[in-house]
């Protein structure tokens, strides 16, 4: 009697967890594909001209501010800098808009990593700053940006 | 009278630091905007500004035309001392260009 109900526990508990490593993966496969159509194919475009397939970290200590909701998408001011040095190269994204890349700016070491810039967006959108070291490490942030009226044409 | 320049350059001393603000008015057309008669206005941008400190290029910018009309830029300079030189210049899409000395007050 015992063991009857001992493997019908077995045979529950297994199935259960069958079950719940079964709707786990089902979820991972969701988000990986959300996150795939994510950035619009414009946007990887030109990361790919830029970059080629390098490897972009994302990083803290590049630091962009930003509004969280501009009012006007001709005229959003952002700010970025950096504690670190040793940067030369930073690029400004729109992934949504359409021509992502912004502009790239040359730095030398007399200047500090800080840089205030107007930029427009045309829609909602992440904004993504990515940084290039001199040793050629790639580090980026990004922010969303809401715009209640786009800035590119209409 | 002369023109006036299409640059202009501010500073300011912070702790140490300066404090370069540019204004350029430029009407940073993307190509992408109407006239009133419904014509696309032909894309008209700055596509390359520089910076020199004395005669060195410290800031070189490839801009795009979203970059917002009229554009306003602010960087820090760490080592400028009383009297140095410094220059902002810009080149378009259409071969204009306009360039600005200012000396560090």
Redesign the interface.
């Known amino acids: 009697m015992y063991r009857r109900e001992f493997f019908k526990r077995m045979i529950q508990i297994t199935g259960l967890s069958v079950a719940y490593f079964n709707s786990f993966f089902k979820d991972q496969t969701v988000l990986a594909s959300e996150s795939n159509d994510g950035p619009p194919a414009a946007f990887k475009e030109t990361l790919t001209r830029l970059f080629g397939s390098r490897e972009i970290t994302p990083s803290r200590k590049i630091k962009l501010k930003a509004p969280y909701i501009a009012e006007n998408g001709?005229?959003?001011p952002i700010t970025i800098s950096s504690p670190l040095e040793n940067i030369s190269k930073l690029y400004i994204l729109?992934e949504d808009?359409?021509?992502p890349?912004?502009?790239?700016?040359?730095?030398?070491p007399?200047?500090?990593v800080?840089?205030?810039?107007?930029?427009?967006?045309a829609a909602d959108s992440h904004v993504v700053i990515i940084a290039e070291t001199r040793d050629k490490l790639l580090l980026s942030t990004k922010q969303r940006i809401k715009v209640s009226k786009g800035?590119?044409?209409? | 009278m002369a023109k006036r320049s299409s640059i202009k350059i501010r500073s300011k001393w912070l702790v140490g630091?300066l404090q370069i603000r540019t204004l350029i008015a430029h009407p940073m057309d993307?190509g992408?905007?109407?006239d009133q008669n419904g014509n696309l206005i032909a894309a008209h941008y700055i596509e390359k500004l520089t910076v020199k400190?004395n005669e060195?290029?410290?800031?070189?910018?490839?801009?795009?035309?979203?970059?917002?009309?009229d554009?306003?830029?602010?960087?820090?300079?760490?080592?400028a001392v009383k009297g140095d030189t410094i220059t902002i210049s810009w080149e378009d899409n259409q071969q204009l260009k306009d360039s600005l000395d200012y000396s560090v007050p």
Not at chain 1, 101 to 108: G, I, P, Q, V
Not at chain 2, 56 to 69: A, C, H, N
């Open positions: 001709a005229v959003v729109v808009n359409p021509s890349l912004n502009a790239e700016f040359t730095l030398s007399v200047l500090d800080f840089l205030k810039a107007r930029i427009k967006m800035g590119c044409g209409g | 630091k993307n992408r905007h109407k400190l060195q290029i410290v800031f070189e910018g490839t801009l795009s035309g979203s970059v917002s009309k554009p306003f830029f602010t960087f820090l300079l760490k080592h």
